[in-house]
């Protein structure tokens, strides 16, 4: 009499891919841009503005979040003195996309970047990429604010400094409470990363 194995959901691999599917599914109805909490205003901002904006920008764009979420989780900031270079890197990034704004192809490769990021939490990529690709998210994120003026701006920068730190120590304490389930994380994000950069191909 043959006998049949059953599938065993919870190995990491099956739990790998079907996790990633659900998330394909899931994206695939969400929208993936980023959005100004301040979309029907066309400006001038004030500070308090600029500052919820700020702290409300990296969270309303899922691209933005997933990667932030990763940057903890790629256990790059168990040497926690990295995370103001990180943080740093993002702020930095945002300035220079004020200064010389429109760098083609730059919303495209956001998708891109949760696929490095997600190889990089597998350990199969060097984790300091993540300093040019968290400048690379500040350099987009810089956009809703082209024009404003310096009370906003700063407050701008000083709301993504906060959310964005936030959410990297949130990725950080996932790493740590779900470190061997790294595997599902990644599929998480190789998932978004494929729905992402097929809405912007679309778009």
Known sequence: MNSIKAINFFRPRNMFICVSLLVLLILSSIPVYAHHPFDGNAGPYNFFQGLLSGLAHPVLGLDHFLFLLSVGLSGFLFN??????????GLVGSMTGLTFPGMPGAEM???????????????????????????????VLSGVMLGSEPTPLFAYHLGLFISETLLVLLGLKLLRSYLAQKNILAGILLGASITITYSHLVA
């Open 109 to 139: 490769i956001m998708g891109l970047s949760l696929t490095a990021s997600a190889f990089v939490c597998l350990g199969r990529l060097n984790p300091s990429l993540m300093i040019p690709l968290i400048a690379l998210h500040g350099y």
């Open 80 to 89: 926690k003195r990295y995370i103001a270079l990180l943080i740093g890197s």
